[in-house]
Structure formats: C-alpha cells, structure tokens
C-alpha cells in the first residue's frame, strides 16, 4: 500500500525530508553533525529514489569509508526495500567496489584481472628488504627510518593521487629549493633525506608489487580512478557517500554520472587524516558539479542535551573549526560522568564494577551489550579486557587485533592465495615454511631469485624443482619443497573444480597436518584453532552469499566478471574487517571494547572512555592535535544516554609508572563538564534507559529523571 510504501519518510523532520526528497538531478551536499540522521537521510534517500523515482537498484552505487559503515547501510535499507532490492544496490567500500570492477575491466587499462590484493603486512615484507639497501646510509647520517613510517609516507602519497614519479618529482621540487635568480640550486640548497629515500623506496615497492601481480589497498583506488576515467561505460551510476580523501574524490567525480550525486560529511568528524582534503572536496564539489545544493541538520537524535553539550564543548576549541550549530530536544539526562583513578588497574575495575552495578540494577533494560568502552589505541584493551573478566562480564573486542591478521588466519590464507596467484612473493614465503620444512632465509632467496631470472611462478618453479627438471639444486632443497608442491597441487585441481572455499580450507588443514602444527608451536593452540573453525564459518558465508547473488557483485557480475568462489573468499577476508562478523549470534550480549577510529557511525546507550589523558589524548606521537580532539569528540557523540570519561593519575607505559595529567581537551572545558564527585549512585543508575525502548519511552524516562536531576 501507499502507506507502507513511504513509511520510510516517516519521522524525519523538515531538513531530512527536504534531503530525501531532493531532486535526483541535482548534486547535493548534507553537512551535519553526529547523531543528526545523516546515515538515516541516507538510506532513505536510496529507497525514494528506487521506489519513488523508479531508478534501477543496480543503477545506485553507495560508498562508504569502513565495511562497517556499509554493513550498518545494508542492514536499514533491507528493512525499508526488502533484502532483494538491497542486493541490488552496489554498496560497499570505496575498496570492495573498485575491486569487483578491476577484476572485471582490469585488461582496459592493462592489467591483469588476477590481481591478488597485498595487505599492510604484506607490504611491510615487501619494504622490508627494499629499506635494508639504505641502512648504512642512513645510520651514517643518524636517520631512523622504519618500513611503518615509509608505508604510511607511500600511502599519503597514494591517498594524494601520485604516482611515485610524481612524489619523486615533487620532493625534488620542494627540497632542492632556494633557487637563484635563474632558477638554478644556490650552494644552501638541501636535500631531504628521507623523502628520498622514500620516494625510492616507492618506486621499487610499485615495481615489485606489479610484478607479483599483485595491488595494495591504496591501489585498489588509484587504479580505480584510472578504471572509471580511460573505461566511462564501465560503469553509470548514481553516486551517494560518505567522507572521502583526494583520490576517492577524484573516483567519486568519475564515476559520478548525470549528476546524480549526494555526498554526506561531517568535518568534525574527520579523524582519518585528511580533513583538510574533506572541506576541499566540498569546496571541489561545488565546481565540479555546478548548482550542487547544501543542506544541513541540525537536530540530534542520539545523545541527551548533557552528553551533547559536553561533546560540543570539547570540540569548539578546535580554532580551525567551521562554525555548524548541533541541538537536541532531548532531556538534559544524566550529566557526564569525569572519574580520576590512581592507576590503569584501578581504572578498568572503576569500568566493570560500573557496568556490573547498573546492569544489576537495571535488569532487563540495560544489558551488557548497551555498553560500549572505546580506547585510543587496542593496548588499552589488556588491562580492560582482565577486569571485564574478572567481573564475569562477557566481552568481545571490535576493530581489535583484527582476525585476518592472526598469524594462523594468516597461514592458511597464504597456501590459498598461491593457488590463486602463483606469483605472489609474500604468500610463498609464508607458505613454504609454514609447517616449519628447514627452509633457510638463504635458500627461500635463492628460489625467489631463481623464478626472477627464469620468468616463472614460484609455484611452477617449485614444481619443476620437485619433479627434478631443474639440476643444479641442492637434494635437500628437493627433498624439502616436496609435501609443498603435492599440497599445492591437490588445492589447485580442486580450486580448478570450483570447490568450495570452506573445503579447500578443510583440505588445506589436513594435508599441512595444521592443527598438529598448532598444537606443537602455540601455547594457546586451542583458540588458534577456534579460529581456523571460524574461518571456515567465514567463508561457507561468503559462498552462500555468493550463492544467494548477495555478495558485493549482483548477479549480472557475478554471471560475468572472472570471479571463481576462491577469488571472492580471499577478496573477502582482504576487505573485510572484524565489525563484519559484528550481529553474530551471542555478540550483542557482550561489553564492545573497541577503537574510537573503528566506532565512527555507531552508537550505544553508554559509553566508557578510558586514558582521557595527555600523551593519549592528543596521543603523544601526532602530528595533529586537532585530530585528535575531533577523535575525542567522535568517541563522546556515540553516547546516547550516559557518558564516562576517566583518567589515571598513573599509568604504566611500556614497562614504565608514569604521572599523568588529564587531557587538555577536557580540562580545558571543565568548567563547562560538570565533575560530579567520583560516582554515581544507584539510584542514577536505575533512570538510565536502554535503547531497546523507542524513544517516546526513553524520553518520558530521561524526562522524570532529568526533573529531579537537571543542574545545569
Ligand atoms: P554519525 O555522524 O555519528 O554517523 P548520523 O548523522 O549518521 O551520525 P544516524 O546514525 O543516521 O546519524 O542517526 C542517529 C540516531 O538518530 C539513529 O538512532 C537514528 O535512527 C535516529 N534518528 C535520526 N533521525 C531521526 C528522526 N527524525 N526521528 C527519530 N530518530 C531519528
Ligand atoms: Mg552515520
């Protein structure tokens, strides 16, 4: 009926309407801070434009920043249009949607569809050696230069949109300067170091990454923008997104067709290092796409006026700030709570006795999954994560030591990987060695060296050492790559069969005779072993998604593009991160511990922010204070009843008892932040009221609470 039909124009209000209703001809802009509906306004616009504009759901692309964000968009848009319709509308990362089309019209810009994407520890194995040549040369000069600094610098390079002949050209630029009258070096000019050798380094890493056919994250999206300019049918989209750096500004503008645009930000909430690129890109936009329109909102629905008021505090001290006004009609609720402890230990038993006194009090409205403690950095978590336990409190960590960075996920995705890219250098030396088969470091370079200079894959040179077409190799050696080549060689036939993913695994498991291999080098094998279990889970998901047409290719892709079942469960666990696995069974009955960075977008009734200190706060290695405080203000509007911010007057830093202040960032609006004592009493805690209740509930609640407790 009509009335269902649009049910998803109910409840919002004048700005969000005008926002969902706007024109789908005319580019749009919806500036707004946290908790203001953005992501709502969104997703609602997508079901207008399909159900009321009748546009194709595979005609709407929707990108985001994080998987999370793509998933929270998945999961309201199939409530308003039904899973089907959902399935249809490309959604994802800006990532997993350059990926789906790179393997499909890789060959248009000359290269190979096969590609096999190279993680953050895969590209470090690849830097690593690279770095090694400049080693004396920079101890010489008394330069520290680590593979983590040169990624991050090759990365910001990429996230620019250069080439690494454009960064070499630019450093050249930038530090050969002052120039005489000519325009030639004065004999003051000088030369920095590390941008040179960094802008090397980058040179060789691309060589070597090209050659093992491989792309990192970064290039997902260089290449992406190469994709959509040179190959403009490749795709026709209407575009809708969510914050962007340079480059996927410059993907969004090419992919962006009949200015059928809407881009949603909040530059308050940058904290990913390029808000600078952010409000240029707004700024970008509105020439790009002449008569682009703004809207803003200005009403929060998450938090009460008190957690709002204290978040703007904070964030109002950043001077470089755009003025954006923020309110809510919400009751004032229960003021923030700032506690001080005397050490970390303390700290996390202030954190769990909380949550175990208010959920004790407040049974059957506030459970453990209503709590949320979000840390600066995943260190934080150890002493957290032992309290919660200690207290019988269930917990699971977010965002955390990821699980496709473990070392047993690790092991078994690099056997897969050679399956599917037998170029790839980073899996073959993982996998030859993995269960440990002698292999030295000198004889692993020699075969990579071998493969360099006779043009073959590692795997077929393996094959041909076995097999004993090759002479002049050590019987040893021989001997030792055996069990690796028949393991390699039975996934293959299987891969070649289209096995399931899930199988493969199973197959892998035994033939490698893993869980021996655990059980022998990991004290905690058990859990590792869990996770082996897991992802097998994980990836008979990803094939019955992919069976389902559910998978980020809809089925017209699917049909098409070269993906094998294999490809899409590595593509999968490349792209995916821990907050996928987020609505598993159990999972909402447990206390989040998560990042600040990984909690952007979300929400929760309370939220416990532990080290609220200077050093941590801005954490002591930034080079942007800013960003810092906006991380500290992401981290307080993700609050939607109750708020604790605490610091420990000492902390333990790496092995050390260190005195510590309170963050600037507050104490700089403490005036503002009321400090009520160091508790709160239980019978505060009774009025705190979950979100399980719609908010007419909450707010009849929050309002008796607030008229008995308002004091400011
Ligand atoms: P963030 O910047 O943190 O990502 P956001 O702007 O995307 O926030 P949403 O997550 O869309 O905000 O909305 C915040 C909360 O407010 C959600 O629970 C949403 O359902 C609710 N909400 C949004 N608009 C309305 C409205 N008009 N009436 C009632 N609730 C609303
Ligand atoms: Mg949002």
């Known amino acids: 009926s009509e009335s269902s039909a649009t049910s998803y124009l109910n409840f919002l209000n004048a700005a969000q309407l005008k926002a969902v209703q706007h024109s789908p001809q005319t580019p749009l802009q919806i500036l707004a801070g946290p908790g203001s509906g953005k992501t709502k306004v969104l997703t609602s616009r997508i079901a207008n434009l399909i159900l009321h504009h009748h546009l194709p759901a595979s005609s709407i692309c929707a990108v985001t920043f994080t998987n999370k964000a793509a998933n929270e968009m998945k999961v309201r848009l199939t409530k308003v249009i039904g899973k089907e319709k959902t399935s249809e509308v490309r959604m994802g990362t800006f990532h997993a949607l350059c990926a789906l089309f790179l393997r499909k019209y890789a060959r248009s810009i000359r290269l ?86 960094v802008a090397e380094i980058y040179d060789a890493y691309e060589k070597t990454l090209r050659k093992n056919n491989s792309l990192d994250f970064d290039d997902l999206l260089l290449f992406g923008v190469k994709l959509f300019t040179t190959n403009l049918d490749s795709v026709k989209w209407c575009q809708h997104v969510q914050d962007t750096n340079v480059t996927q500004y410059d993907l969004m503008k ?63 001290e950043d001077k470089t700030r755009i003025q954006k006004s923020l309110h809510t009609s919400h009751p004032v609720g229960l003021i923030p709570v700032l506690r001080s402890s005397s050490s970390e230990q303390m700290e996390a038993a202030f954190f769990a006795g909380e949550i175990k006194r208010i959920v004790a009090h407040m049974g059957g409205v506030l ?135 899930s199988d493969l695994i199973r197959r892998l498991v035994e033939l490698i005779s893993y869980e021996d291999h655990l059980r022998k080098t990991q004290p905690d094998w058990e859990s590792r072993w869990e996770n082996v279990q897991e992802l097998i889970t994980f990836a008979s998901d990803v094939q019955s998604d992919w069976q389902d047409g559910l998978a980020v290719a809809t089925s017209e892709d699917a049909q098409t593009s070269r993906d094998t079942p294999l490809r899409l469960f590595l593509q999968a666990s490349m792209l995916s991160s821990e907050g996928d696995q987020q609505s598993k069974e159990g999972e909402n009955e447990k206390v989040t511990i998560s990042t600040c960075h990984a909690a952007k977008g979300l929400e929760w009734p309370v939220v416990m922010v532990p080290a609220v200190e200077e050093g941590t706060f801005p954490f002591y290695r930034t080079d942007d204070v800013e960003e810092e405080r906006r991380l500290l203000y992401v981290a307080c509007t993700r609050a939607q009843s109750l708020l604790y911010l605490s610091y420990a007057t000492q902390r333990k830093v790496s092995g050390e008892t260190k005195t510590r202040d309170l963050s600037p960032f507050v104490s700089s609006v403490i005036r503002r932040i009321p400090v009520i004592g160091n508790f709160f009493t239980v019978s505060l805690a009774h009025s705190i009221v979950s979100s399980h209740y719609s908010w007419k509930t909450r707010q009849s609640y929050l309002t008796r609470i607030g008229k008995s407790f308002v004091k400011f």
């Open 112 to 197: 190979d569809g096969n590609f096999t994407i190279c993680d953050a520890e895969e590209s470090k194995k690849i830097v690593t050696p690279l770095l090694k040549k400049y080693k004396d040369d920079l101890a010489a000069k008394d330069i520290s230069l680590k593979e983590g600094t040169v990624l991050a610098l090759i990365s910001r390079a990429k996230a620019r949109g250069l080439s690494s002949k454009d960064f070499l050209r630019e450093v050249q630029a930038k530090n050969h300067g002052p120039k005489d009258s000519n325009g030639l070096l004065t004999s003051s000019t000088t030369v920095n170091d590390i941008d040179f050798v």
């Open 367 to 501: 459970n453990w999954g209503d709590f949320v403690i979000l840390l600066r950095f995943n260190a934080l978590s150890r002493t957290i994560e032992s309290a919660l336990q200690k207290e019988g409190i269930p917990s699971r960590v977010l965002g955390g030591h990821k699980f496709f960075e473990r070392v047993e996920i690790k092991d078994l995705l690099a056997y897969l990987q050679l399956v599917d890219n037998p170029q790839f250098v980073p899996a073959f030396v993982r996998a030859i060695n993995t269960p440990a088969r002698g292999m030295g470091e000198k004889s692993v370079a020699e075969l990579l060296a071998r493969a360099d200079a006779s043009n073959l894959t590692l795997v077929d040179l393996a094959e041909k050492i076995h097999s004993g077409t090759t002479s002049d190799i050590k019987p040893a050696v021989k001997r030792k790559i055996g069990p690796f080549v028949s393991s390699i060689r039975i996934l293959k036939q299987m891969a070649s069969e289209n096995a399931r993913p």
């Open 254 to 316: 090419a992919i962006a067709y009949a200015r059928c645009v809407t881009v949603v930000g909040d530059p308050d909430q940058s904290i990913y290092g390029w808000r600078s690129a952010e409000v240029g890109n707004l700024a970008r936009m509105r020439k790009d796409f002449s008569s682009t329109e703004q809207i803003f909102l200005e009403e929060n629905y998450r938090s009460t006026a008190s957690i709002l008021r204290a978040s703007l505090a904070i964030v109002a």
